[in-house]
């Protein structure tokens, strides 16, 4: 896990001060190593460089006036080693031509296997990393080699073997678990980088905020669209998952080089069989991502999905089927917290860590380390978030580094994949639209009796969306985003500034993807819009930022390209929701692996915080910090903003009073910390 940087000027010298300072804003991605290259592409030629923290190589220093200095390109790279720890895994790295050069973050789990592929086509190979897989799988096979990879990435290659041809090509794993943000200029060239932050430095004046994302995110917290590749910045923006993209001459095009198809993985087969299937994509999925030269452990909530990778983790070490760095013993990571409620979890982590020869390491999050660490989270997450269970997650991060551990495991994607968050409504309404009318009733009594909910509104929400015709059901979702955008839009913005996210709702030409576009004609529709665009996407985001923030590889099983195509396909289209359980195939499938009183827990919906708590105490220490100024001053109302810090300071406050309250902070702090205009 790494941060890289890149940046053509097309044709004019690149200020290397700049891009050196762009890619060192990422040091905390990787403090391993530092390094750099110069080329200048009508000549097809390039040079490494190195730094202050540069290990183990003797090169030039990048300040060096003879090191090409009409060079038009540059790749810089930050290193977090994981495999062969040694000066063979400096980036950039490059052919044994120097025609293909590349800068790789993430890890691609597969690379012993693609690598045994490449050797008997005759390929040796100088180190026992999985960068240097990639960078000869795509001399090999080109851009097709990304269906070959398994794992998490965000990649640029520069390729000057032609002028012909594209001369830098980057991509995005299929989920987006990696960021590659990226920037053009009116002349033609083109700027990437790992994280947002590192793209500001290249522009002498400041960044336009986007003004529908500030607006929609200060008045209800939606996020941009990922699948529209949109960010909280106009000039900014962010590689979609599952996208390539390749510039050649002052022109990049990007293209999708993956999708999550309506049926999957296709696999058609009966119950049992589909549960097996999925037991052993699990166990791969997890077993793979236990590669590493470097201690690993487990994150643990204490609900389904982490409580079953840390049971597969210690299947896996039990049965001798990994050789993994664990020091010994596996060690899970949670926060917990001095105060009981829904939120603490730490009767259900020790039920699980009982049973296993495991180490149990624990963060209590608490209002004055929020106080004390905001400016830095806001900065480290590069765009605004909505609740403090970014801060817990935080706090777990800087748990993992303090006990030496470099690569955690982690349960993002499952509630996405498997309808944790309980869609019941799209699956009435689906059931009833096929006709299926007494087993809609029989799910609905489940549901009751199983998990305690009380699913009679969505169903009868579902029967009657299920009688209206899509364009009505589209019509109403548009005004009911108008209407619910205006209610929320006049407790916090200053007038005038809703109009910029009227007119985008209001636009016909807004993107499908957006909520009011679609219609979600299925519980696998409904899905596949949190995989790929608006769920998923976001705690990806925090999971990674916070990881890196202390030098943390974090991983997520449940991402594998394979579980996420599998889980779309018809075997598994009838089993998430089942007897009314959610998630009731994965909870089969990991039958075993933590005692039956977590797997099947009715009470868990996500990660909780003691929120009232935490914000009460962020402002009391920090509310004097908060009055709006500068760009934040420009969204948001002085009046309400202090009725709603008010209110929010107040005992008994609503959850919605309470995340105005903390959203205005997040934006302010954000506003202050980046060169907005």
């Known amino acids: 896990m790494c941060g890289i940087f890149g940046w053509i000027t097309s044709g004019r010298p690149v200020e290397r001060a700049r891009g050196v300072q762009a890619t060192n804003l990422m040091r905390h991605r990787g403090p391993d190593d530092e390094g750099y290259l110069f080329g200048n592409l009508a000549r097809g030629e390039a040079l490494l460089a190195g730094g202050e923290e540069t290990n183990g190589l003797h090169l030039p220093h990048w300040r060096g006036e003879a090191l090409l200095p009409d060079a038009d390109v540059m790749l810089g790279f ?49 180190s026992r990393t999985d960068t240097e897989i990639i960078l000869r799988a795509y001399e090999q ?46 002349q033609g060239g083109v700027a990437f980088a790992s994280e947002m932050k590192s793209l500001l430095p290249l522009r002498a004046g400041k960044w336009k905020v986007n003004e529908v994302a500030a607006a929609n995110f200060l008045a209800w917290g939606r996020y941009p669209s990922a699948r529209a590749g949109d960010t909280f910045l106009n000039d900014v923006r962010l590689l979609p998952p599952g996208c390539c993209a390749e510039w050649s001459g002052g022109d990049l095009k990007i293209r999708r080089w993956w999708d ?45 999905d982490s409580s079953a990778i840390v049971g597969q983790v210690s299947r896996l070490l039990k049965e001798g089927r990994s050789t993994t760095n664990t020091g010994g013993t596996q060690h899970t990571f949670s926060a917990v917290y001095h105060v009981d409620g829904p939120f603490n979890e730490r009767r259900f982590i020790d039920r699980v860590l009982e049973g296993l020869p ?20 806001v900065w480290h997450q590069d765009e605004p978030f909505t609740a403090t269970t970014v801060f817990a997650q935080w706090c777990v991060m800087q748990k993992v580094r303090e ?76 005004a009911g985003y108008r209407a619910a955008f205006k ?30 576009r679609r219609v979600t004609e299925s519980v696998d529709d409904h899905l596949r819009g949190l995989v790929l665009d608006f769920g998923l996407p976001r705690l990806l985001r925090y999971e990674d930022r916070n990881s890196m923030a202390f ?110 309250a903390f959203r205005c902070m997040v934006f302010n702090s954000w506003a202050r910390q980046f060169p907005l205009a």
């Open 487 to 516: 209610k929320s839009a006049a407790s916090l913005l200053r007038p005038g500034k809703a109009g910029s996210v009227l007119d985008h709702i209001n636009d016909p030409q807004s993107p499908e993807s957006y909520p009011w």
């Open 78 to 126: 930050r290193r977090l080693s994981i495999h062969d720890l040694s000066a063979a895994g400096h980036q950039p790295m490059g052919t044994p031509d120097g025609k293909l050069w590349i800068v790789f973050n993430g890890e691609v789990y597969n690379f012993p296997e693609l690598r045994a592929e490449l050797e008997q086509s005759g390929i040796a190979f100088r």
């Open 403 to 478: 006990e030496n551990v470099t690569v955690l495991l982690d349960g993002q994607a499952a509630d996405e994949l498997f309808a944790g968050y309980r869609p019941y409504r799209w699956w009435f309404r689906d059931m009833v639209r096929r006709g299926k009318l007494t087993g809609a009733l029989r799910e609905a009594k489940a549901v009751a009796r199983e998990t305690g909910d009380r699913p009679w509104k969505h169903f009868l929400r579902g029967g009657l969306m299920a009688a209206v015709p899509n364009a009505l059901v589209r019509a109403a979702t548009r």
């Open 260 to 304: 999550l198809k309506p049926d999957g993985d296709g696999t058609r087969c009966g119950e049992t069989e589909a549960v097996e299937k999925l037991r052993f994509l699990f166990e791969d999925a997890v077993k793979l991502r236990l590669r590493a030269d470097v201690p690993v452990g487990s994150c643990l909530s204490g609900g389904l």
């Open 551 to 660: 030098s943390v590889e974090s991983r997520v099983p449940f991402t594998d390209y394979r579980i996420v195509e599998y889980a779309f396909s018809p075997a598994l289209r009838n089993l998430k929701l089942k007897d009314g359980w959610a998630k009731w195939c994965l909870r089969k499938a990991t039958a075993g692996l933590a005692p039956a009183d977590i797997i099947w827990r009715r009470d868990k919906m996500g990660f909780g915080t003691p929120e009232p708590m935490l914000v009460r105490h962020l402002l009391a220490e920090r509310g004097a910090d908060f009055a709006a100024e500068g760009v934040a001053a420009d969204y948001l109302a002085p009046a309400l903003v202090r009725q709603a810090m008010s209110a929010a300071a107040q005992e008994g406050a609503s959850k919605e009073i309470i995340l105005r």
């Open 358 to 377: 495991a180490t149990g390491h624990f963060t209590y999050p608490d209002g004055e380390r929020l106080a004390a660490d905001f400016d830095r989270l």
């Open 141 to 186: 096979w080109g851009p097709e080699c990304l269906h070959r990879f398994n794992g998490m990435w965000g990649l640029a290659i520069l390729d000057l073997r032609q002028q012909d041809r594209p001369q830098l090509f980057l991509s995005r794993d299929r989920c987006g678990v990696k960021p590659l943000f990226y920037a053009t200029d009116s």
